[in-house]
């Protein structure tokens, strides 16, 4: 069965730190790609972070750009966003997602949450300031 499980969410003060991770079927993790995106109340989901499983190569949002690192253990089939200097606009339920229609090696990572056909149950990040 296909399915993700994230964890490692909770509150936290602004300028803090938490790494969420996301564990993914073997099955899952042959995608091409995987990423985390997040969705604050009132807002649309927002794309955070991609990475390439075969190449390993990385994309980050604007917002996040020197503060998140992405980054994957084939080992275990999980995907880890480590997030340093959180500030109160992180807070958000963060979502790991699967581009699992394409298989690993396809090419570059695409954006856009529609792009991406399976999904974790989310786990919530809140920043206190």
């Known amino acids: 069965q296909v399915q993700l499980v994230e964890s490692g969410g909770r509150s936290v003060q602004a300028g803090g730190s938490l790494r969420l991770s996301c564990a993914g079927s073997e099955y899952t993790y042959r995608s091409n790609c995987m990423g985390w995106f997040r969705q604050a109340p009132g807002k649309e989901r927002e794309e955070v972070a991609l990475i390439n499983i075969g190449d390993g190569s990385t994309q980050y949002a604007d917002s996040v750009k020197g503060r998140f690192t992405v980054s994957q253990d084939n080992a275990k089939n999980t995907v880890y966003l480590q997030m340093n200097s959180l500030k109160p606009e992180d807070t958000a339920m963060y979502y790991c997602?699967?581009?699992?229609?394409?298989?690993?090696?396809?090419?570059?990572?695409?954006?856009?949450?529609?792009?991406?056909?399976?999904w974790g149950q989310g786990t919530q990040v809140t920043v206190s300031s």
């Open positions: 997602a699967a581009d699992s229609t394409r298989l690993a090696f396809w090419g570059p990572c695409l954006s856009g949450y529609d792009e991406y056909n399976v």
